[in-house]
């Protein structure tokens, strides 16, 4: 069974820090990856996602970084806002026309003021 | 408005009971899922298809069928419920080719007492 790895499960940032959610994967197929943002009692919505062509794509305070060699690849929320605190869930989907979407466990990000 | 309407919201069944679960996509989209959302677990895939008369397997297929029965509606059955498909319940639909992330619904909570 395909599998991407999450981590950490849930992390507690200070308002102004940047919160690092990380994300693996072992199956060579994949070949896009988004993230996504779910606030409670909402269903999940995209927030930013990439293709292995690059290393790095940058969306306001929202940034992914890409390893395609150590297949591993984060999201970085820079000067996290209480108004970030939510669950976050990457995901990863493979391109060879059968467009299964495969999710991580997802984190769970606390931002204090 | 792109848009995936879920209906019921909310199902309460009892243990052995038939429940369907209903999804409509006014998007156009050519792919439709079915993911449970489980504490710990994130967004696991039950079935998914990519038009009418379609259906393939996910990864947590056992005790669920599904049936794609136009472009635009996709349902989820459950013959003979148990407790552990107590769950919250979203479909998703997405276009053909990558950098086309799943756009979900607003999710069906269901219990099975």
């Known amino acids: 069974q395909q599998q991407v790895r999450q981590s950490p499960q849930s992390l507690t940032v200070w308002e102004g820090e940047t919160a690092i959610l990380n994300c693996s994967y072992e199956?060579?197929?994949?070949?896009?990856f988004p993230w996504y943002h779910q606030f409670p009692g909402e269903s999940p919505a995209l927030l930013i996602a990439?293709?292995?062509?690059?290393n790095k794509k940058e969306d306001g305070r929202f940034t992914i970084f890409f390893n395609k060699r150590e297949k591993k690849f984060s999201l970085h929320i820079a000067d996290s806002q209480p108004g970030d605190s939510a669950t976050y869930f990457c995901?990863?989907?493979?391109?060879?026309?059968?467009?299964?979407?495969?999710f991580g466990a997802g984190t769970r990000l606390k931002v204090i003021a | 408005e792109a848009a995936v309407t879920q209906s019921p919201r909310n199902k309460v069944t009892v243990t052995g009971g038939n429940v369907t679960l209903s999804c409509r996509q006014t998007?156009?989209?050519?792919?439709m899922y079915w993911y449970r959302q489980d504490t710990g677990h994130g967004l696991r895939l039950i079935h998914y298809?990519?038009?009418?008369?379609?259906?393939q397997i996910g990864d947590v297929p056992d005790g669920y069928k599904a049936t794609r029965t136009t472009q635009e509606d996709f349902f989820l059955l459950l013959e003979l419920a148990s407790p552990s498909q107590t769950s919250l319940y979203f479909c998703?639909?997405?276009?053909?080719?990558?950098?086309?992330?799943?756009?979900f619904g607003e999710g069906t909570r269901l219990s099975v007492l």
């Open positions: 995901a990863a989907s493979e391109d060879t026309g059968n467009y299964k979407y495969v």
């Open positions: 998703a639909s997405s276009d053909r080719g990558l950098n086309q992330a799943p756009l």
């Open positions: 199956d060579s197929t994949f070949d896009y």
């Open positions: 990439i293709r292995p062509v690059s």
């Open positions: 298809s990519y038009g009418a008369g379609n259906l």
């Open positions: 998007n156009s989209h050519n792919y």
